[in-house]
């Protein structure tokens, strides 16, 4: 399974999460999400989460 797999698999929701704990955490800009996943989120195009 590959990344972009994982993520519909768990849900773009979650990988959003998870971006902005490390994000916050870290202070790593490579951390923060980018502007399409925060616009699929918001627009319930979360993927299969299952």
């Not at 768990?10 to 925060?38: E, F, Q, R, T, W």
Request: a positive charge; proline letters at 6%; charged letters at 20%.
């Amino acid at each position: 399974m590959g990344p972009l797999e994982l993520a519909d698999f768990i849900g773009l929701d979650v990988c959003l999460s998870i971006m902005k704990v490390l994000h916050a955490g870290l202070g790593d800009n490579k951390y923060a999400p980018c502007p399409l996943l925060v616009q699929y989120v918001d627009a319930g195009r979360l993927g299969r989460k299952r």
